[in-house]
């Protein structure tokens, strides 16, 4: 090769290498771009797994929002102050609307009861209660216990109940039912 097949050759040697040069800046540009595509692709499934993640607590929350706002209201009543002439309005009302034959009550006063439920920051204070009832068929007295749990704001814990037959066939009552229970409420420690 001779000077002069050098200089015919240099702006093909000279593309050859401008060529050369733009194909690496191509293939390094593009390697740069897959790099922050994978990149990117990877931080949007992790966000994806998030947000899959944080909808699937948000529905499992959503299904046990009923019993969670059931178990609050339950709660909710331990705080209410002792309204006792309304509980004895709700049994003569439900005397009346269960045609219950006969109810007899007592009522204690309302005293500090720990060893039912620890209160922490509050007093756990109980009154108790004793309930006579005369009844044609059991199942007036749970209903009567559903209504009165359903229309106090405390919380009802029943201890006891027996029944016993009490009269024959014609007699408008034919059961007694006793039972004992204890009205919970709380009270801000002072």
């Not at 909808?55 to 929350?61: I, M, S, T, V, Y």
């Not at 003569?92 to 500090?112: E, F, G, N, S």
């Not at 106090?152 to 034919?174: I, K, T, W």
Request: proline share 3%.
């Amino acid at each position: 090769m001779t000077r002069d097949d050098l200089r015919r050759l240099r702006p093909s040697l000279l593309l050859h290498l401008a060529l050369a040069l733009l194909g690496s800046g191509i293939y390094l540009g593009a390697r740069h771009a897959v790099q922050e595509a994978e990149g990117e692709y990877r931080q949007t499934l992790a966000q994806s797994r998030e947000l899959q993640a944080r909808l699937a607590q948000a529905e499992a929350d959503a299904r046990d929002a009923p019993q969670l706002n059931a178990r609050y209201g339950e709660i909710r009543k331990l705080f209410a102050d002792e309204h006792r002439l309304d509980w004895i309005e709700l049994i003569a009302r439900i005397k009346r609307t269960r045609r219950i034959a006969d109810v007899r009550y007592d009522l204690w006063p309302r005293q500090a009861a720990p060893a039912i439920l620890p209160g922490g920051d509050h007093d756990v204070m109980a009154s108790a209660m004793k309930l006579e009832l005369q009844l044609l068929h059991e199942e007036d007295l749970l209903n009567f216990l559903a209504d009165l749990a359903a229309g106090v704001p405390a919380l009802m814990h029943l201890r006891e109940c027996s029944v016993e037959r009490s009269g024959g066939e014609d007699a408008a009552a034919r059961l007694t039912a006793a039972c004992s229970l204890d009205w919970i409420t709380l009270r801000e420690k002072t």
